[in-house]
C-alpha cells in the first residue's frame, strides 16, 4: 500500500500544478478498490472509470487583459470553416471551446494523410507552422505523427528539437530493403515531448540538394505504412523534383504567410503558381496561415488578410507574434504564450477538419 500512496500523491501534486488553460483538473484519486465490472469503461473501452476520477470544475479564469498588440495585426478573429465552434477573438477560449477543437482534431483516419507546409517566400515561419501543427496533432489524436524535412536547401527542422540522432532522410532509405516495423524507422527519428518525431535532411547541401522526386516518393511510401499523419516542412523552391512530388502526393497545404506586405504577397504568389500549374483543387482545400510579426516594416491587418484568404482556399488562422518562435531556435511548446498555444490549436482543428470533409466549404471559381 506505500507504493500506492506515493503514485496518489504524485497525482495530488500534479492536481496542484497542473495547466488548468490547457487541460481538465481532476480530483485526487483514492487507493484501487477491488474492480467492479459494472463499471463504464473509457474511451478505450479497457479501463473501468472510477466516479471519484470524474474531471473537477475548471478554476475561473481571471478576467482577460489587453493582449500586447502588434501595430498594424489584429487579434485573431473567428474562422470560417469551424463554423458553430465559437472561437471568439482566440484570446479567452473557455473549456467548452477547447474540448470541441480538440474534438475535430481527433477526426478518425482511415489512411496515411500527407500534409505540407509550403511557401515561395523564406521566412515565414513554415518550419516553426510545421513543429507546432506536428506537436498539437501529436499530443491530441495520440497518433505517431512524423515531421519530414523536405527542404532540398538544407531545411532546418532537425535544427529546431532536441536531436537523438544524426540520422537522415538519406540513411533511412539506404536502409529502406532491411525496414519491417515501426521500431526499424524510430532509430532514425528525433522524438519531441509532444509526441511529434523528426526526420531531418542532410546538412551538406549537395547531399539535401539531390534528394529527388523519386526519392520522396519512396520516403513517404515507407513512412505512411507506420505514420498515420505524415507533415513535410518545404522549401522555397516549388520547381524542384523534391516539391512537386511532395504536391503531388498531398492531402492538405498549409501555406504560411505573414502578417507583413512582403510574407502576405509570398502567400498570394505561391496560391497563383499553385493555380497556375494544375494544382488548383489542392490550392483552394489549403490552409493559409498569417504569422504575426514585429510592428517593423509595412504591415498589413488581420482581419483584411483573413478575408482575402479565406476567399481564396478553404480558412485562414492568424498566429501571434510570439518571441519564442521569433527567435527561430529548439522549439519548446511549453514556452509559448497561452494564446499562441490556442492559435495552434485552431489551425491544427481548421487542418483536422480537411481530413474529414476534404471537398467541404471549397471557394468557387
Known sequence: MTGDHTVIERVRRLEREADWDLAPVYGPVPPPQEPERHRPLDATGTVPVLPEAAPLAAPPQPAAQPAQAVPGVAAPVARRSLRGIGLGAGLGLGRVDRER??????????????????????????????????????????DKV???????????????????TTATVQDLLVAAPSITGYMDIRRFT???????????????????????????????????????????????????????AVLDLADQLVIAATA??????????TLEWLHANGYGPLARRSVTVVSGVRGTGRVVKAEHLVAHFESLCRAAVVLPFDEHLALGGTFEPAKLRHRTRRAHLELAAAVAEGMSHPGAALPAG
Open 101 to 142: 477543437l480538440e474534438a475535430v482534431v481527433r477526426t478518425p483516419l482511415h489512411r496515411s494523410y500527407r500534409i505540407a507546409v509550403v511557401g515561395l517566400k523564406g521566412g515565414v515561419g513554415k518550419t516553426s507552422v510545421t513543429l507546432a501543427l506536428g506537436s498539437v496533432l501529436a499530443e491530441t489524436r495520440s
Open 146 to 164: 512524423i515531421a519530414v524535412d523536405a527542404n532540398p536547401d538544407t531545411g532546418t527542422l532537425s535544427g529546431r528539437v532536441h536531436r537523438e
Open 190 to 244: 528525433s522524438l519531441t515531448p509532444s509526441g511529434l518525431e523528426v526526420l531531418g535532411n542532410d546538412p551538406d547541401p549537395a547531399v539535401a540538394t539531390a534528394f529527388g522526386g523519386e526519392d520522396y516518393q519512396r520516403l513517404v511510401d515507407l513512412l505512411a505504412r507506420q505514420y498515420p499523419i505524415v507533415l513535410s516542412d518545404c522549401g522555397t523552391g516549388l520547381l524542384h523534383g523534391a516539391t512537386r
Open 260 to 269: 507583413s506586405l512582403d510574407g502576405a504577397s509570398g502567400a498570394d504568389a
